[in-house]
């Protein structure tokens, strides 16, 4: 069963939209493995902050129907898909990793290429993945987030609650 590595954001009562994500994934995948929750300033237009985490998940549907699930998911909670590319958003899921994919499948591009351009989602993959390699670049995340030039892009971790527990600590140091 391939495990997926699964970027989450929101902009929009993020806590809230967070918070329900993780329920839905949760309800559908069983147990995840769950980064801390970073805030950061928006990229590519003037905006509320976000918060952003990775999760992993064990599925056995197929990337097409995975990715029809969480497009769904994301809908379910409002998104809006009028919007320009760079704006804000009530939740946004994207699959990072798929196993051990490299290429266009289905019209996903796996890896996920931000994965290596943003500390918002190099970050979080670090946290719950940072021995494994990144599928093509064969570095292991922890060592592309020690060469990140981490003076573009700030983020700080934040406290998140999620099923009453304390699964994010804005002490935890980066």
């Known amino acids: 069963m391939p495990k997926a590595y699964l970027s989450i954001g929101s902009n929009q009562n993020p806590e809230f939209h967070i918070q329900k994500a993780l329920d839905e994934l949760f309800l559908a995948f069983g147990e995840l493995i769950i980064s801390s929750v970073y805030e950061s300033e928006a990229v590519g237009f ?47 899921v994207d699959i990072l990793t798929y196993g051990d994919c490299v290429g266009t499948f ?51 971790p934040v406290d998140f609650v999620w099923q009453g527990k304390l699964i994010s600590n804005k002490k935890a140091s980066s």
């Open 46 to 92: 003037a905006g509320d902050n976000f918060y952003n985490l990775v999760v992993g998940i064990h599925t056995d549907r197929p990337l097409f129907e995975l990715n029809q699930y969480l497009k769904h998911l994301e809908d379910q909670y409002g998104r809006d898909r009028s919007s320009p590319k760079f704006s804000g958003r009530t939740l946004d």
């Open 106 to 156: 289905d019209g996903i591009t796996l890896p996920r290429e931000e994965i290596a351009f943003h500390a918002f989602v190099l970050l979080p993959m670090v946290d719950v993945a940072a021995k494994d390699g990144h599928p093509s670049l064969g570095l292991s995340y922890q060592a592309l987030w020690q060469s990140f030039n981490k003076d573009t892009q700030k983020l700080w």
